[in-house]
């Protein structure tokens, strides 16, 4: 029985003009990134950035981010994509769903800091102007599992319970109709940590990494409860009696903390430039 204050799924998540399919999950991730990368710029220029330059790294961080997604998910549910009855190419068709986040952030990081070095940019300055965009990445990136209907949470019957159709239910949960909308859990948590992180960082002017840090002791606190609340099974699934991303949240959560509270103590402030091996600055007295 469908509630009728619960949230319906799409009943499709890929359309046609013509030949070209056009598929929901793609769009939510293609206009995260565009979003993110039009905020950075924003914030890149504020910071004494020149214009341009974010883009310019995001041609490196962008592919790079999306491979590293890639790989993470095929490591961690590689069931889905080796052995019997599987086909190897499925690897590649990215745009039917199946990007590890903590993937992307290490590739993005990467490609980011080859773009960097590139642009003779200091790359602890450039990671805290983006850190805050990727959770308003993250938050429209989720809405793509409402398109696919996919990682949803726990059977509910919550008016805000989100209807699943019979073909993408969980086994063993063919009777349930309404499940916990974890994607916009994800996506409202992202939202309101990207406003505090905003403030944090202009109330105290942090730098050398550590808006970076916050952000993913921000995004792993609640990327731990939420796991708690997801039913889709991965080849990792449990250590320990708890999901594989919840133990990855908590060990990245502490080693953010660490790295916090050691930059704090070596570097307080901001960094005094966003470009490595700035010439200083030289007051003329008259």
Known sequence: MILPLSIPSPGEGVWH???????????????GIVVAVWLSERRWVARGGKS???????????????????????????DLYFGAGRSF?????????????????AGGALGAWLG???????????????APTLLVAQAIGRWGNWFNQEL???????????EID?????????????FQPTFLYECVWNL??????????????????RVMALYVMFYTAGRGWIEMLRIDTVELNHVLGLRFNVWTSIVLFVAALIFFM?????????????????????????
Request: with cysteine; net charge positive.
């Open 116 to 130: 960097a070095r590139k642009r003779n940019i200091d790359f602890g300055a450039l990671a805290d102007v983006i």
């Open 89 to 105: 190419w499925n690897v590649f068709y990215v745009w039917h769903g199946g990007l590890g986040i903590w993937g992307g952030v």
């Open 262 to 286: 050691w930059s704090q103590r070596r570097h307080p402030g901001r960094n005094p430039s966003v470009y490595r091996d700035a010439e200083p600055v030289h007051t003329v007295v008259t």
């Open 192 to 209: 309101a940590a990207f406003a505090l992180l905003l403030w944090l960082e202009r109330r105290f002017r942090l730098g050398f990494g």
């Open 152 to 162: 949803y949470g726990k059977p509910t019957d919550l008016p805000w319970g989100l």
């Open 52 to 78: 341009g330059e974010i883009s310019d790294v995001a041609l490196w961080a962008v592919p790079f981010g999306i491979i590293g997604a890639r790989l993470y998910h095929v490591a961690t549910d590689h």
């Open 17 to 31: 003009i013509g030949a070209l399919p056009i598929r929901g999950y793609a769009l939510c991730i293609v206009l």
């Open 166 to 178: 019979p073909a993408h239910r969980v086994p063993g949960y063919e009777n349930v109709a309404t």
